[in-house]
């Protein structure tokens, strides 16, 4: 399995603010007055919608998505086109990542943790592929419940697949993709799907008449 936590910044700040849930959320640096640097640490999908994305610039998101504290006093801003920006409390996404991962470990007997919101989990002794699914389902059932943050579950023979599984459809998704599957599933995908295909190297495998996996 590769568990793979949605947005997992602006979700932790949803469980503080349960009114931001739905809300266009931005975690970052440099949107308050007078700064002017800074970078987008997580958008929320609702903020996704505006352009806004992880690691660009913070004066890039505050144009295509204003900030609403602002925008309640700027009339040329339309409040309702306006989104909710918050500094990144690393110590606030650590606890609640512990919580997640509590889970994980109890689950599995292998679990390689990737990041603070991503991690591998070996299950190859806990279930079957008949009813990986259904496992898969638990473990995002747990997270659900225990934590209160939503993950996206990839379940493949390989690690590689996993993870190509859990991105395959966000948010809140769950992919099997059994022993015999793997070449369907991935043969019509793009090329950039591959973890550690960057654009570059993307742009060179397509030069070559290479652009699906």
């Known amino acids: 399995l590769h568990v793979d936590m949605d947005c997992f910044y602006a979700a ?3 469980l503080r603010e349960p009114e931001l849930v739905g809300e266009p959320v931005v975690v970052g640096m440099g949107y308050e007055e007078g700064e002017t640097i800074g970078a987008v640490a997580t958008a929320s999908y609702e903020a996704r919608e505006y352009g806004v994305e992880s690691a ?8 295509r998505l ?3 504290a602002t925008a309640d006093d700027d009339p040329e801003v339309d409040p ?3 989104g909710h920006y918050r500094p990144v409390d690393m110590e606030f996404y650590q606890s609640v990542a512990a919580d997640v991962k509590e889970i994980l470990h109890d689950c599995a007997d292998v679990v390689r943790e990737v990041s ?7 299950v190859t002794d806990r279930t079957a592929w008949d009813v990986a699914e259904g496992f898969a389902r638990h473990v995002k059932g747990r ?3 225990e934590v209160g943050v ?8 390989s690690m590689s697949a996993a993870k190509i599984a859990s991105d395959h459809d966000k948010p809140d998704g769950l992919v099997v993709v ?3 599957e793997v070449r369907e599933f991935l043969a019509p995908l793009p090329i950039s799907d591959l973890h550690g295909i960057g654009p570059v190297t993307a742009g060179e495998l397509r030069e070559r008449g290479i652009e699906t996996i």
């Open 178 to 180: 059994g022993p015999g």
């Open 150 to 157: 939503p993950a996206s579950v990839g379940v493949a023979p």
């Open 116 to 122: 603070i919101d991503e991690a591998y989990l070996d």
């Open 66 to 68: 204003p900030r609403k």
């Open 143 to 145: 997270i659900e419940r």
């Open 12 to 14: 932790c700040e949803r």
């Open 56 to 63: 660009q610039a913070i004066s890039t998101a505050l144009d």
């Open 80 to 82: 309702a086109e306006a």
